[in-house]
């Protein structure tokens, strides 16, 4: 496999052939039928990417699905029912100086957008995402999601990427179309005007309003802007069924115009035409009316529906004959990385995405991490591990002096397997981070009930709740299970752990850490951890901090965030930042979400369910007894969220429940506070080319070599370890488009006429969201 869009097809375009007065969804299919019977799919999963029309008919379709607005209020109120439970809901709309973002009350913009509901104001469904968006955009955490339906329908593609290089990499980088500088097309000119506008401020103003990058940091965004390999692979590699992935600028799901017009340096102007796909639909007979979308699709509860047929899935079954003859050799995983690498994580591509390498004198070793999320079976946590260790053998059998871990694209994974890489470095370091949870009324139930009743003696109730399901459920941040004190100490009840603690005018469970020594938490992955049980390693530890240097190109974010966490605080290793906005100055490398685990509303509200469901045995008994046999009252535990009354198909919230603290006794979380990097690299045109380029300056960075890092750069604010900064990094630019003056609210006045201003999520691409099921939901 190639760069998976060397082969994108724009589908033709047959306006003519289709009646100008037929409903625009009913044009739209059949331009997509069309489309789809002219294109030959690699992998059935890329439709929505390959598969294009025309730009404006999408459009008109996405705003013709009505909207109930009684239904809206309805939706709203599940969301504020599940996110009390949100941990960085305080911090967001009080966030500290070192924060990089501006602040948002979740609360009170879900509360808006339920007013204007109540006045009847949203006159499409569109309208109403694109404001959930626009908070979402704002939100800047890669596990904050909400999710409504079947929604994420339609999305905007233009014919190519671009990427941000330095002529030399100490010049400040200009913008490049992608394919100029991966053709090496000699005197390539640089774009200087995107609408009219410098093309600096035009992204800017793109990045605020289009494009859902869940990042913290102003120069992650404009990464998340440029064509980037290692998040195109960490998002499709994890997954058989995952589709192409595309930079937050060459696609949106967010309506742009039909075009983009720009100008080049030299003077020629230039204009990309937008064209549309879909990802739902491989038959579109219920496609033909706004009506019928809203009808079969959002307010459907039907899992089998459109998009599920009998087509599709031959179509699935046919590719998954094609690719088990998969070469490695010739496609390991992208053109710019080397096609000899001497690890591969099993399956990969198709579930796994580690890969190791060796650089010419075998004095440099890569470890290319792009996710630690694998597969969808029960072996491929494992399969990640072993490629982990099969890559630390090797490389010290070469005799390699310095390691790269790469971990540019890594927006997280299993958590647990954050732990696990960090033990295979450091077997017998103790990975000790300390967690906590937004200490709120559900959580004291849920916790309360099944430490209860997995303590209690009798633990016969109807339906699954008993003591096995309650101590599984328990073992984490629900209960008082598989985690300690601060202090190391195991937890005698819950009211031990819950507090509260008071911290920024908002309450906080106590502290805790993980205690991979029980038994509990061995088995979680499907094999010991390493370094604990029988698991053990014959070294103290595989390289020195000194000789390991971890990259980062902004978006490392969740399990990515713990284990680099852990790297930096408790062994020592250094890091370098990739790329970022035309600035000199640090650069905050761990910028996707430093929330510790995510989860999902409908998981939560399964465990609700259960304990309801023991409750139902308690109908003509007092309080107490409820008391005595559940830990918890019969109004507590009614008022635990539940599905009733939600009127469309799936409406799922995916929220952070887990603060990350530093280990210093600062009481901010992790999220909030500012790290750079002890380096800073501009991408220069070698690097976008050939990958060792880039892994060359961040060995040579290890080797103590720092001539290369940008001006300003250098031992940034934060980047000692365990001394991460809480006020004003005083960073050296003006105006870090995070921190300038935007609308945080709603808009009065429908968005419906403002064209390039609506704004609707991104189709699901988020690594950390796809594969919670709901028992192990805490893995994530
Ligand atoms: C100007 O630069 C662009 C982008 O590299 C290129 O496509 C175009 O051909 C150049 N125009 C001229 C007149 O050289
Ligand atoms: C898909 O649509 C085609 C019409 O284009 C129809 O003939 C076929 O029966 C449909 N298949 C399914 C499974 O609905
Ligand atoms: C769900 O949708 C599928 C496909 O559209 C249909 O065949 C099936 O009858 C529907 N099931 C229900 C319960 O409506
Ligand atoms: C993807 O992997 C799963 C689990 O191994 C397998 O059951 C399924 O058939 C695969 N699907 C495709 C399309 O290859
Ligand atoms: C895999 O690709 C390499 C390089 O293109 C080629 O030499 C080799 O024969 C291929 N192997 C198979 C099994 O197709
Ligand atoms: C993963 O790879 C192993 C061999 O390395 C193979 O036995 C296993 O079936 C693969 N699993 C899937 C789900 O493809
Ligand atoms: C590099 O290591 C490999 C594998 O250990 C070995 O085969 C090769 O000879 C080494 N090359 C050099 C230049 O030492
Ligand atoms: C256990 O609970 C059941 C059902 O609530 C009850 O009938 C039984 O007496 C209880 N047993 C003990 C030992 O408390
Ligand atoms: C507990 O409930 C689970 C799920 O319902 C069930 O699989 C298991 O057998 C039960 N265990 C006991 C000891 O009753
Ligand atoms: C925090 O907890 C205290 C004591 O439990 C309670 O009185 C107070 O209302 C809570 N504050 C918030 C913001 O929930
Ligand atoms: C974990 O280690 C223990 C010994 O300490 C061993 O009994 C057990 O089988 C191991 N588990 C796995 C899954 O390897």
């Known amino acids: 496999m190639q760069s998976l869009f060397s082969a994108m097809v724009f589908a033709h375009i047959c306006s003519a052939t289709i009646p100008e007065d037929i409903e625009p969804c009913q044009k739209f299919a059949e331009l997509l039928r069309e489309g789809r019977s002219k294109t030959t799919l690699e992998n059935p999963y890329n439709y929505p990417a390959e598969v294009l029309v025309d730009a404006e008919t999408a459009y008109q379709c996405a705003t013709s699905i009505p909207i109930s607005n009684e239904e809206i209020s309805r939706v709203i109120y599940k969301y504020k029912n599940i996110l009390p439970m949100y941990s960085t809901l305080g911090f967001l709309k009080n ?9 948002i009350d979740v609360m009170a913009y879900l509360d808006l957008i339920y007013e204007r509901a109540k006045q009847n104001k949203y006159a499409n469904f569109y309208e109403y995402e694109s404001d959930i968006s626009l908070m979402a955009i704002q939100v800047h955490d890669q596990h904050f999601r909400l999710k409504n339906s079947g929604m994420y329908q339609f999305r905007w593609y233009l014919p190519d990427d ?25 005197s390539a000119s640089p774009i200087i005007e995107l609408e009219d506008e410098p093309v600096a401020f035009y992204l800017e103003r793109y990045a605020r309003t289009k494009a859902s990058t869940g990042l913290l940091e102003p120069h992650a965004e404009w990464n998340a802007l440029m064509y980037n390999p290692a998040v195109e692979f960490s998002t499709w590699g994890t997954r058989n069924t995952s589709s192409v992935y595309t930079s937050e600028f060459r696609s949106t799901s967010s309506y742009n115009g039909n075009s983009i017009k720009g100008k080049f340096e030299n003077g020629t102007k230039f204009e990309w ?60 995983p992208y053109p710019s990385y080397p096609d000899d690498p001497i690890v591969v994580q099993s399956n990969f591509s198709r579930g796994g995405t580690v890969s190791g390498y060796l650089l010419s004198d075998n004095s440099t070793g890569v470890l290319s991490i792009p996710s630690f999320l694998a597969g969808t079976y029960k072996e491929a946590p494992e399969e990640l591990h072993t490629a982990v260790a099969e890559f630390i053998t090797k490389s010290r059998e070469a005799g390699v002096k310095k390691v790269v871990i790469d971990l540019s694209g890594n927006r997280g994974g299993f958590l647990l397997l954050a732990y696990d890489t960090f033990r295979q470095f450091f077997p017998k370091m103790d990975p000790y981070s300390l967690a906590n949870s937004r200490a709120s009324e559900d959580l004291n139930t849920i916790g309360s009930v099944l430490s209860h009743v997995a303590m209690s003696s009798n633990d016969s109730f109807k339906g699954p709740l008993n003591r096995t399901m309650a101590q599984s459920l328990g073992t984490g941040d629900l209960g008082i299970f598989g985690t300690l004190s601060r202090e190391s100490k195991p937890w005698k009840w819950w009211k031990e752990l819950f507090g509260p603690v008071t911290i920024n005018q908002d309450n906080y469970t106590n502290p805790w850490r993980y205690d991979f020594n029980s038994k509990r938490m061995i088995g979680r992955l499907g094999f010991n951890m390493t370094g604990y049980a029988d698991n053990q390693r014959d070294y103290e530890q595989a390289f020195d901090p000194d000789d390991i240097i971890l990259l980062h190109d902004g978006h490392c974010g969740s399990a990515c965030f713990i284990f680099s966490s852990l790297m930096k605080n408790i062994a020592g290793v250094k890091s370098v930042s990739v790329g970022g906005m035309p600035v000199d100055g640090p650069m905050q490398g761990v910028a996707g979400t430093r929330g510790c685990q995510v989860r999902q509303s409908d998981a939560i509200i399964k465990i609700s369910h259960m304990i309801q469901t023991a409750l139902s045995e308690f109908r003509d008994q007092s309080d107490k007894v409820v008391r005595s046999r559940l830990g918890a009252t019969r109004r507590q535990i009614d008022r635990l969220p539940s599905p009733k009354g939600t009127p469309w198909g799936d409406v799922i919230a995916g929220i952070n429940t887990l603060n990350c603290l530093p280990s210093s006794g600062s009481q901010i979380p992790y999220q909030f506070l500012y790290e750079a990097s002890n380096c800073r690299l501009f991408y220069t045109m070698d690097m976008i080319r050939d990958i060792t380029y880039l892994w060359r300056a961040a060995a040579a960075v290890a080797g103590g070599d720092t001539s290369a890092c940008v001006p300003g750069s250098v031992d940034g604010p934060g980047s000692e370890p365990n001394k991460p900064l809480n006020v004003s990094p005083e960073i050296p630019y003006a105006n870090p488009w995070g921190n300038s003056v935007r609308n945080n609210l709603p808009r009065d006045e429908p968005v419906q006429n403002s064209g390039g201003f609506c704004t609707v999520s991104r189709v699901g691409g988020s690594v950390s969201v796809a594969a919670a099921t709901f028992a192990f939901a805490w893995l994530l």
Do not use: C
Not at 96 to 101: H, K, M
Not at 298 to 315: A, C, F, L, P, V
């Open 162 to 186: 671009i990427v941000s290089v330095s002529k030399d990499g100490k010049e400040l980088p200009q913008v490049y179309v992608y394919s100029d500088i991966s053709r090496d097309v000699p």
């Open 273 to 332: 035409k937008y064209m549309a796909g879909s990802k739902a639909i491989y038959n579109l007979t219920k496609f033909s009316s706004g009506r019928s979308i809203y009808d079969n699709w959002i307010t459907s509860n039907n899992k089998s529906r459109m998009g599920k047929t009998k087509e599709d899935e031959q179509m699935r079954k046919l590719f998954s004959k094609k690719t088990t003859a998969f070469n490695l050799s010739s496609s390991v």
């Open 95 to 103: 966030p500290p100086a070192s924060y990089q973002q501006p602040s």
